[in-house]
């Protein structure tokens, strides 16, 4: 029996900002797999970590990653735990120095980042959009930030507010840069950039795996208390195993890559990525019964953030939207509204969907 058939409305599409939907292809590699990985008889859940059998996974993952995303061989690519949110303080720790840094704040997870840095000494501001409520990204040429800073720190993509920056940027310090909801979803430079973050859970895979990408000259500028655990540079010289990484995660992102090369690579999901976003923002603007007040030039391709004019039908669209096996289009709890998240894994099947239940929807309670 299909578990699903007594399920009453079961789940078509997630729009779930993370943890998020993964390719169905991938989940059905981990569900063969789950059991008997390679005619080891084990699953990867059981296998250590040093074992020539996680080994070569690791190996491979690392490969793949590297070749989607172009990583140069002057970065070192960590695998870690933590989540972005443990970056806020590992950055300063690692790369502040006795100097001082900037940081660009364009919504509430750059924000947050910010404050989390405040424990540091000299944490600046380098321009910030919160007294527009974020629906427009402070103008790379408007970032204010010093030669001498350690580094000057943005967020590539609010994943609440639903802004995002498209251009690399052109500074000749070291940027740092939090990419936990766009990294996969488009082609980057990433030359442009000395460290670049993201935690697995939206773009990537499971949650528990955060993704560090640093530039070699940027590791042991460490402050001398960092605990080893969160040491760029003592887990660079230890593939990530200065303690046990979280292996089932790694394992999942690995399947994940493979997916993404097995279509041809980041050009070919961004291509679909800008095809289902461009769907979607299209039928908002032309109706006079949702919005989105992002300013077009810096609106997300990952979230999508949209509001009823009509506030008080909010909550019966999140209702009658599960009821269609459409799920988790409530709003960010800060902001309320309503908001989809269509990642990498989400097909445009989905944002079809959507559409057509929001036509209906509106059909109905206009
Ligand atoms: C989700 C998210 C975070 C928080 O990530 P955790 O893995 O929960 O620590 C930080 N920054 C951005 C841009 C996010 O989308």
Same mark, same amino acid.
């Given at each position: 029996m299909n578990p699903l058939d007594s399920v009453k409305n079961p789940c078509k599409y997630n729009f779930s900002a993370g943890p998020s939907m993964l390719p169905k292809e991938v989940m059905t590699i981990a569900h063969q797999e789950f059991l008997n990985w390679n005619n080891t008889g084990m699953s990867v859940l059981e296998m250590s970590h040093r074992g020539k059998e996680f080994m070569s996974i690791f190996k491979n993952v690392e490969k793949n990653l590297r070749d989607l995303l172009h990583v140069p061989s002057? %970065?070192?690519?960590?695998?870690?735990?933590?989540?972005?949110?443990?970056q806020n303080f590992m950055v300063p720790m690692n790369l502040l120095g006795n100097k001082s840094a900037s940081y660009v704040v364009s919504g509430y997870w750059s924000k947050r980042t910010?404050?989390?840095?405040?424990?540091?000494?000299?944490?600046?501001?380098?321009?910030?959009?919160?007294?527009?409520?974020?629906i427009k990204a402070p103008n790379?040429?408007?970032?204010?930030y010093s030669e001498d800073?350690?580094?000057?720190?943005?967020?590539?993509?609010?994943?609440i507010h639903?802004?995002? %920056?498209?251009?690399?940027?052109?500074?000749?310090?070291?940027?740092?840069?939090?990419?936990?909801?766009?990294?996969?979803?488009?082609?980057?430079?990433?030359?442009? %950039?000395?460290?670049?973050?993201a935690g697995a859970q939206k773009n990537i895979g499971p949650a528990g795996l955060t993704i560090v990408i640093v530039r070699d000259d940027l590791l042991g500028l460490n402050q001398k208390q960092t605990p080893t655990t969160h040491n760029w540079k003592i887990q660079a010289e230890n593939d990530?195993?200065?303690?046990?990484?979280?292996?089932?995660?790694? %394992?999942?992102?690995?399947?994940?890559?493979?997916?993404?090369?097995?279509?041809?690579?980041l050009k070919v999901i961004e291509e679909k990525n800008k095809i289902k976003s461009k769907l979607l923002y299209e039928f908002i603007d032309q109706s006079n019964f949702y919005y989105n007040d992002i300013d077009p030039i810096n609106r997300?391709?990952?979230?999508?953030?949209?509001?009823?004019?009509?506030?008080?039908?909010?909550?019966?669209?999140?209702?009658?939207?599960?009821?269609?096996g459409l799920y988790q289009l409530k709003g960010h709890r800060l902001v309320g509204g309503l908001r989809a998240s269509i990642y990498n894994a989400m097909p445009i099947e989905g944002v079809e969907a959507l559409i057509n239940f929001m036509?209906?929807?509106?059909?109905?309670?206009k």
């Open positions: 002057n %970065y070192k690519i960590l695998f870690l735990q933590g989540g972005a949110i443990t910010y404050d989390d840095a405040q424990v540091f000494k000299n944490i600046k501001i380098a321009a910030t959009s919160e007294s527009n409520n974020y790379q040429n408007e970032w204010v800073d350690s580094y000057i720190h943005f967020c590539q993509n609010e994943t639903g802004v995002e %920056y498209f251009d690399d940027p052109k500074i000749n310090i070291p940027v740092v840069v939090d990419m936990s909801s766009t990294i996969l979803s488009r082609q980057i430079d990433i030359s442009k %950039y000395g460290v670049i973050y990530s195993m200065i303690n046990t990484p979280t292996t089932y995660s790694i %394992y999942m992102a690995g399947l994940v890559f493979e997916w993404l090369l097995k279509m041809g690579g997300s391709r990952m979230n999508i953030p949209f509001r009823i004019i009509n506030d008080d039908l909010t909550m019966k669209f999140v209702e009658e939207a599960e009821n269609a036509i209906e929807f509106e059909t109905k309670f």
